[in-house]
């Protein structure tokens, strides 16, 4: 019954039909009514990720007809963000990152954004929590969300096709950075690149379908370290996160190509089997195979992990026999190897996945930092 559950919600959050017919019911006092586009900000004076993204606003008014009202709201609570002074570290060092991409300044002085504030965090916070949401630099513009600058693009394309751009110019102010898979000579030794994965992770299978790409284009030393997911580990994972990262990673899937939706959550005793068939595939040299096989079955296809015919099908596909399948179930050595795993990515100040370190580089958090492995990588080479 769970799994049923699991295939119906999921498919129904992310049709594409729910999705056209949510912005219709949304738009409709815009459009019938003339009421004006009301784009919503929330900032979080403590979070990097605001203060750049709070630098474009003034961009984002001028290109578009909307009423943009900002918010100041509280930090996350441990709920949505359960290790905070990781994040605190991480999100500033990807903040900078960021900003040096896009060449963008964050605005050192708030004073001129928080004079359109709302004064008071705990109303603001009040107003995202009915809306939907749980962290700051986030927009909201009829019925979605968009965090950050990685998905503002989203909100402009939107707004284009709601006819709001003031000008015919569909360029967006921050667009994802694809990877560019350049020509590379190979090094003597191939390079180190650990990949922090889990089963349960949608965000996992967005990476992983282009890891394997990545790592034979540069020849990488590809190293999978699966843990247990947050879930599994004690981590809260509330319903409102859970469902804006099913949205989001139907979007982001989308955009990349990637078939997605149908989901059979894995959460459980399937994980751990598919940890322990994990494990053994990685001593075998198919580690890759049996993770794609895995994520494709339970977030493309809504395979139910739990039967024993389900992992016999994915150990097929991964090139595992069945003897190998029976023999990984009987060991339970991979538990120690993901809480080795764990500790690993704590040590490189990280919690979540999918998180990569490329051998002699900080590590980065996010299927959406590829490309800054790749630019590790290429400057690797040029320097």
């Given amino acids: 019954m769970r799994i049923v559950v699991s295939r119906l919600f999921s498919q129904a959050i992310t049709s594409k039909q729910r999705r056209a017919a949510n ?10 009514l003339s009421k004006p586009a009301i ?17 474009l606003l003034p961009k984002l008014v001028e290109r578009y007809q909307i009423d943009l009202r900002c918010h100041r709201v509280l930090p996350p609570d441990a709920a949505a963000a ?8 991480w999100s500033q060092r990807d903040a900078a990152r960021l900003a040096a991409h896009f060449a963008i300044e964050p605005d050192r002085n708030e004073s001129s954004l928080l004079a359109f504030m709302t004064q008071d965090p705990a109303r ?19 019925g979605e969300w968009y965090w950050g600058l990685d998905r503002l693009h989203y909100l402009e394309q939107r707004l284009q096709q709601a006819g709001l751009a003031r000008k015919p110019d569909n360029r967006f102010l921050c667009p994802p950075p694809p990877l560019q898979l350049t020509a590379q000579q190979p090094g003597t030794e191939p390079r180190v690149l650990n990949f922090y994965c889990s089963l349960r992770s949608p965000y996992t299978y967005l990476a992983a379908e282009r890891i394997k790409q990545l790592t034979e284009h540069y020849a990488l030393d590809l190293r999978l370290r699966f843990v247990l997911p947050m879930v599994m580990r004690g981590l809260p994972v509330p319903f409102v996160k859970r469902k804006y990262i099913l949205l989001d990673c139907k979007r982001e899937a989308d955009r990349l190509g990637l078939p997605f939706g149908n989901v059979a959550d894995p959460v459980g005793e399937p994980v751990e089997n598919g940890l322990a068939i994990l494990h053994a595939a990685i001593k075998l ?10 994520l494709r079955g339970v977030f493309v296809e809504g395979l139910d992990a739990s039967r024993r015919d389900t992992l016999r099908l994915f150990c097929v596909r991964a090139g595992l026999d069945e003897e190998i399948l029976q023999s990984a179930l009987t060991d339970d050595n991979w538990r120690t190897i993901a809480a080795d795993n764990r500790q690993q990515l704590l040590k490189l100040g990280l919690w979540g996945v999918p998180s990569f370190q490329l051998e002699g580089y900080p590590a980065v958090w996010g299927q959406d930092r590829l490309w800054m492995i790749e630019q590790d990588l290429l400057s690797t080479h040029t320097s």
């Fill in 285 to 294: 040299g198919r580690g890759a195979e049996f993770l794609l096989a895995f």
């Fill in 39 to 55: 784009v919503h900000y929330f900032h979080d004076l403590t979070d990097p990720y605001s203060k750049l993204l709070a630098t």
């Fill in 82 to 89: 359960p290790d905070i002074a990781r994040l605190k570290e």
């Fill in 124 to 142: 603001g916070s009040q107003l995202r929590d009915r809306l939907g949401h749980y962290l700051g630099a986030t927009l909201y513009f009829e």
């Fill in 23 to 32: 912005r219709s019911l949304h738009s409709l006092p815009r459009r019938w």
